[in-house]
């Protein structure tokens, strides 16, 4: 602030004293030492042997002090002789941040500061840049951090020494998350939309727990967009804050709602320009009729978009920009009109990266859909941008566009900013029906590749299972995902059914997007089995004791319309799963069929019905015995009321599933129950289901009578992980079944 007032009473004294023009003969400069009198005159734009006025020489003292190269500048001209002094800002010898391990932290925080080494120092600067750093540890969850700066001055060489001694204190904890105001949605489901998670014991990996203002923003935005999405067209986060709990380093983070009214679609109109052929666009007044009266959606005006998108750039239609004006009638209706103009036409000259130091530049670009040389296309570019977003790997992903070479090019500049990508979880379940333990380990881009590297295993009551898991994405440039994955299973049941098999296998596949919601997802798979029986084990088992090798060809189509993949409010998944043998011990081949539907029945999004089929089938293509280790039976969460697996056609003891199983559940969450703890969840069911087919033994009864049940599941979180318990009524069964009326399991993978 000094500096600045001195700079103003100095050109003051010029504008004011100086009214003459002089001619400057010689010029003096004393006190520099580092830099040159030539180099003085040139960064001062002085010209000897000329006359100087007023402006010239407040010109002069303004570029100097812009070079940030001195701290005090003294300029005089009297007698045709210009004198200077001057006193020089020190050299920056050395920056050190010490106190810190993590590099990667070292080089976030020198990467912010505009001081580097070998530049001249200014204090002005260096407090800004404590500024930023402070910020960065304090986005970062470091909010009890201190610095304390020593300086090591050489006054021989004028030079200067920083060191920043940093010590970061206890991350902030977030203890709670709460949610008030008008918000429509009970808190859980908020907690499941946010990245922001509460801190628990378990949870000691994953930053989320920590309060980090960069996550604070997105979750803002990603409350914001789920109540756009759900009628709710005026939501307002009216504030973010985090406040002390009392307990030390913790705190509670609050987001005030207001949710306001719910918004339904009126009138929706499109306008070409004239020499459009507005049959091109017919598809648009077919969606603009099906939304007519339905409720406002975010998601809705983007599909509207890139539909208007996609039928430009079918028809040449380059160079297009999409105005949408909206307007409400009727209390809680809108209109909207999409203006769709000729934009200014211009190339993509060049697109530059920034901010990648750990992520390859190739994975960024390969989600660019407009590339460089490429007509721009404004939409086709968001796209791009939010396909980078997509990928989970950038805390923030910005850009800027500006003027190129040439009138019609323009330069992209597009930034990104990384964040943590591993996860590792621990967990653990116990239950009616046995205890489980498992984990994994997940890194979602490995080397800086895009490349995800996952590994995990299962250890329960009766076996071992593991696998490694490794997915490219954009594989050879092809925009398929490429995954493989190492697996190897133990189900030892030699103490209760005589049997004991283990499996070991590898998988190779690939998955992408065939036509718009419509996956396809190829893989050939390799598994070696052996099958070992003791003197309890029934006849069958025995027979079929060995060896197999198996090379199966297996593909699936994911159909997928649902609003959200994790916890849907609407839509379907249908899955159609075809395994075909190659080579093999045994020639069978399975089909699955599962589809999904999914409705919400209240206009808060909070009551949502589901109805889901399943059909499984396994046939021999020669004519030989099914393995009992492939043979199906019916999935455990499809059929409750019922022990796992005892349900189904019997060989002496052993209930050994069928050629075919399939089921129906119908089933609706009861918000309105106990509604005041919000961790507590109620929702109702009805199962049906039956296993049959027995192809080795005609003997063995695989009746055809359809097992059904109905009851209550809760789901209640817990502060030491999710319990979730079910009471269920059989209501039609075989004498053979074993029922099991109460269902429970405390712990899951976190």
Known sequence: MK?????????????????????????????????????????????PKQNFTNKDLNNTLRKLYETNFFSDININLENKILKIELIEN??????????????????????????????????FQF??????????????GYYFSSIKVTKEDNNEFNSIILNLDIELGKKAKIKDIIFIGDKKFKDKRLLELIASEEYKFWKFITNKVYLNKSLVDLDTRLLQNYYKNNGYYNV???????????????????????????????????????????????????????????????????????EIDQIASLQLYDFIKIDVKENIVDENKINFNFFVEDSDKFYVEKINILGNFNTLEEVIRNKLIVDEGDPFNEILYNKSVNEIRSLGIFKKVDTEIIDGSTL????????????????????????????????????????????????????????????????????????NTLFTSIKSTTKDNLSSSGYKITTAGFSLGTKFEQYENLFFSPEIDFTQEDLTTNSSASTSFKKQEGSYSDFYFNYSLLYDTRDNSFNPNRGNVFIFNQELPLISSD??????????KYKSLNDTKDMVGKASFYLSAINSIDGSDVRISKRTKIPFNRLRGFEKGKVGPIDGGDYVGGNYAAAINLSTNLPGILSSFENLDFSYFIDAANVWGVDYDSSIDDSSKIRSSTGIAVDFLTPVGPLSFSWSLPITKQSSDKTQTFRFNLGTTF
Do not use: H, W
């Open 587 to 596: 020639n069978e081949i399975r089909n699955t069929l599962r589809f999904t």
């Open 236 to 306: 307002k986060i009216l504030s973010s804050y985090a406040e002390l709990d009392g307990t030390e380093g913790s705190f509670k983070l609050t987001f005030n709602i207001d949710a306001g009214k719910k918004y339904y679609f009126n009138e929706l109109n499109l306008e070409l320009p004239d020499d459009y052929n507005k049959s091109d666009f017919e598809s648009i007044n077919k969606l603009f009729r099906s939304l007519s009266n339905k409720e406002y959606s975010l998601d809705n005006l983007n599909t509207i978009l890139n």
């Open 127 to 140: 407090n800004k840049d404590i500024n930023k750093i402070k910020n960065i540890l304090t986005t970062s």
């Open 408 to 479: 019609n090019t323009k330069i992209i500049n597009l930034s990104v900013e990384e964040q943590p990508t591993g996860e590792i979880s621990l967990g653990a379940g116990i239950g009616t029906t046995g205890g489980v333990v498992g984990g994994s380990l997940k890194e979602k881009n490995f080397m800086g590749s895009g490349v995800t590297l996952d590994t995990d295993f299962q250890i329960s009551d009766d076996g071992v299972k593991g696998s490694i898991t490794y997915a490219k994405p954009n594989f050879n440039y092809t925009d």
């Open 90 to 123: 020190p050299i920056i010898e050395k920056i050190n941040i010490i106190g810190i391990k993590k590099k990667s932290l070292i080089e976030a925080l020198k990467a912010s500061m505009s001081l580097k080494d070998r530049m001249s120092y200014t204090e």
């Open 3 to 47: 500096k600045i007032f001195l700079n103003f009473f100095l050109i003051l004294v010029f504008s004011t004293n100086l009214s003459f023009s002089n001619e400057i003969n010689e010029i003096k400069i004393i006190g520099n030492k580092r830099i040159s009198n030539e180099t003085i005159i040139v960064l001062g734009d002085i010209k």
